[in-house]
């Protein structure tokens, strides 16, 4: 079956640091990796997309990229601040056109 | 960015009664819209995709029957949790794609459920 893991249910990152998540999927080739931003109670907000073709994608202080051949997305966070402390998914469109998500990194920006 | 509003975003209700939750696009159509449901400290498990018009296709090991949706124009889709029970209790989230921006989901504020 499908499978999105994200391999840190937590990180601690200090502030002014890069925080570096990452997501991995099998059994799947996905034409492009979304990541959101989760905060608790809270929906998701879309932050980033990357497609198959695509190695690396910006958007100001966050950074994504994607190895199709690891089955690996890699989100970064340039100059974490206290404020980027939330709960980052990723997730995947599949053949049939539903998003599916990992279980999420919860991410602590320590003063 | 596009808007989904959800409501109500917090509900107790007694065991044995129907909830509805809304959930409307309002900025944009919604041709499809996903239902998911998101326990303490997991990840969003998708319920259902409800497309306007049509009747919502719903995942394996979610019953059609408790976990009414209609999605009846390009603005609005309701859930409604029937005869509650406490397990049904949670974290529920409404997405919405736009028709002219197709890659990326919308998500509501979603709607914590408490029955009690």
């Known amino acids: 079956s499908q499978k999105i893991e994200q391999n840190s249910e937590a990180l601690n990152i200090q502030e002014g640091k890069t925080a570096t998540l990452t997501c991995n999927y099998t059994?799947?080739?996905?034409?492009?990796l979304q990541w959101y931003r989760q905060d608790p109670g809270r929906g998701p907000v879309f932050l980033l997309l990357?497609?198959?073709?695509?190695k690396e994608k910006r958007k100001e202080r966050l950074k994504v990229t994607f190895d199709t051949t690891l089955k690996q997305s890699l989100f970064h966070i340039t100059a974490s601040q206290p404020a980027d402390s939330a709960t980052y998914l990723c997730?995947?469109?599949?053949?049939?056109?539903?998003?599916?998500f990992g279980k999420g990194t919860r991410l602590h920006i320590l003063p | 960015g596009a808007v989904v509003s959800q409501h109500p975003s917090r509900v107790i209700c007694k065991s044995g009664t129907s909830v509805k939750i809304e959930c409307r696009s309002l900025?944009?159509?919604?041709?499809?819209m996903f239902w998911y449901r998101q326990f303490p400290k997991q990840s969003l498990m998708l319920m259902a995709t409800?497309?306007?018009?049509?009747?919502?296709?719903?995942e394996q090991g979610v019953e059609k029957d408790k976990f009414l949706i209609n999605h009846a124009s390009l603005t609005l889709s309701t859930l409604t949790v029937t005869s509650a029970h406490p397990e049904d209790s949670s974290f529920y989230i409404c997405?919405?794609?736009?028709?002219?921006?197709?890659?990326?989901?919308?998500f509501g504020q979603g709607t914590r459920l408490t029955v009690v």
């Open positions: 900025d944009f159509q919604a041709t499809t």
């Open positions: 997730a995947l469109r599949t053949g049939d056109d539903k998003i599916i």
């Open positions: 997405s919405a794609r736009d028709a002219g921006r197709y890659t990326e989901a919308f």
């Open positions: 409800s497309n306007e018009g049509s009747k919502a296709t719903y």
């Open positions: 990357i497609r198959e073709n695509e």
């Open positions: 059994n799947y080739s996905p034409a492009y």
